[in-house]
């Protein structure tokens, strides 16, 4: 009977162990973001972006070089007449669709003098499934992340003023892009972006935040946020919350919930912090 028991035990053990490895791995390749981008609950929040094809004669996609000796991709829209002055600009977790294109056009026209790369951090994949958005957000391997962020603002070049914009995933690489520019940084704008968690990244950040979030977001919690904008604060550099009455993901351009009023009102405010910060009034 006693070695029946200790059996039985064994493998309520094992069986106990696995998940907790496999949320361990998860948590030491990308930390809470993957654990939330692999969560029901996350995935069945996004519903699947309405079918849309954007062409525009002003942008177009390039290549670049990347740090870890691989080619990146991103959908370039250049200024009207030479520029010192780059937005990089990050899309959410379905990919380098057409519609942060048609932002990445929509932005340069807003603000004017300054060329414009969409970055794609999925080496070409696009999805409008969220269980493969959720495996391709989660399944970024951070390093090959940071070797296209990097390898960004290379390509825009080192003499340039950078300011960075992205929303949901696309919003905490916008901050990670802030922190790799260093003294090139010239404004962050992240929409309801995941907080860095790495306090030794957050210390190198050289320019202000502004962050924009939903109160009815069920993901990116308010604690959380707080906390990372006391993490910005001791920087020396200003956070800016600005807080609607709205679900996660309310200004994504491709969200069926998308909501155009609060929207516009949070578009207004990272046009206005962004001309501000890089010169462009």
């Not at 929040?45 to 996609?61: L, N, R, T, V, Y």
């Not at 499934?129 to 391997?141: E, Q, R």
């Not at 946020?225 to 200003?238: L, P, S």
Request: hydrophobic share 40%; proline share 4%; with cysteine.
């Amino acid at each position: 009977m006693r070695r029946i028991v200790t059996a039985f035990i064994l493998l309520l053990c094992i069986v106990w162990y696995q998940p907790m490895q496999a949320q361990n791995c998860c948590v030491k390749h990308g930390g809470e973001w993957q654990t939330l981008a692999m969560s029901r609950a996350f995935r069945e929040s996004h519903e699947p972006p309405a079918p849309f094809s954007f062409i525009s004669e002003k942008g177009s996609m390039i290549q670049f070089e990347c740090v870890d000796g691989a080619k990146g991709n991103a959908y370039y829209v250049p200024s009207d007449e030479a520029t010192d002055k780059v937005l990089i600009i990050f899309h959410e977790w379905w990919g380098l669709n057409d519609y942060i294109k048609r932002e990445a056009v929509r932005w340069q026209k807003l603000l004017g003098n300054v060329d414009v790369y969409a970055v794609d951090l999925y080496d070409g994949q696009v999805t409008d499934d969220p269980d493969i958005a959720s495996k391709l957000a989660s399944g970024l391997d951070p390093k090959r992340g940071d070797a296209i962020v990097k390898g960004i603002i290379a390509k825009a070049g080192r003499d340039k003023l950078i300011g960075t914009l992205g929303w949901c995933f696309g919003g905490a690489w916008a901050f990670t892009t802030s922190v790799f520019a260093g003294n090139q940084a010239k404004g962050c704008v992240m929409y309801y972006g995941f907080p860095e968690q790495d306090d030794k990244r957050i210390k190198k950040l050289q320019t202000d935040v502004l962050y924009i979030w939903g109160s009815q977001d069920q993901f990116i919690k308010r604690y959380n946020v707080d906390q990372f904008a006391d993490k910005v604060k001791a920087t020396n550099h200003k956070f800016d919350l600005h807080v609607f009455d709205a679900v996660h993901a309310f200004a994504n351009p491709s969200n069926p919930k998308y909501q155009p009023l609060y929207s516009t009102q949070a578009q207004n405010l990272a046009v206005d912090f962004l001309k501000n910060k890089m010169a462009l009034e």
